[in-house]
């Protein structure tokens, strides 16, 4: 399952039917809730600080999720923190932020440290959150610095769930066939 690594006295913990791709990278203080999903060439990399990682949120191929170190220009650092049911796009760099519950963020985003994404949001593919930046819940952001484009359509709100499980059925397919 993947390169799951140790790192400085930290094992990254796995939930229950959690599937790691083998080329993707896991490494040091890293917990996947059950059912998650890390896809191909994916690097997690909890090894200056702790990365959590909710129940059915799938990261998507070639995504890049990192900390922000503790150092004397920020004494606490920032753990990197993604809620449940989370779709993380293809290429996305998350780097010590805070994702809330029922959040999609679209191909090739970047969420920079300190950023809070609170529950039920949708960023634009390509788009860039800057650092501190928080983002409030029902909304769909986009652009480069991102900025609230609409409130969220009851159907936009649904496919938070529909895409979780998808990847939760396909990730059983994966491991069915281990």
């Known amino acids: ?33 059950d059912d998650a999903s890390v896809w191909p ?10 990365i959590r990682i909710g129940a059915r949120t799938s990261v998507q191929d070639g995504s890049v999720l990192h900390i922000t170190h503790a150092s004397d220009y920020n004494p606490a650092g ?5 809620g449940d049911d989370v779709t993380v796009g293809h290429s996305v760099c998350l780097h010590g932020c805070t994702i809330g519950n029922r959040v999609l963020i679209g191909i090739g ?26 983002l409030e819940s029902g909304f769909m952001y986009m652009g480069t610095p991102v900025k609230q484009i609409r409130p969220l359509k009851e159907k ?9 499980n998808n990847y939760v059925k396909l990730k059983n397919t994966y491991l069915n066939e281990m």
Not at 3 to 32: M, T
Not at 109 to 134: F, H, M, Q, W
Not at 156 to 164: D, G, V
């Open 156 to 164: 936009e709100k649904s496919f938070f769930l529909y895409s979780a």
């Open 1 to 33: 399952m993947g390169a799951i690594r140790h790192y400085q006295g930290h094992s990254p913990q796995l939930g229950a039917r959690v599937f790691v791709d083998e080329s993707a990278v896991v490494i040091g203080d890293v917990v996947l809730g």
């Open 41 to 50: 060439c994916v690097v997690i990399r909890g090894d200056m600080h702790k």
């Open 78 to 82: 920032h753990p990197l923190i993604i």
């Open 109 to 134: 985003s970047t969420i920079l440290d300190g950023a809070v994404v609170e529950d039920e949001v949708v960023i634009g593919a390509g788009s860039l959150v800057p650092p501190g930046k928080r």
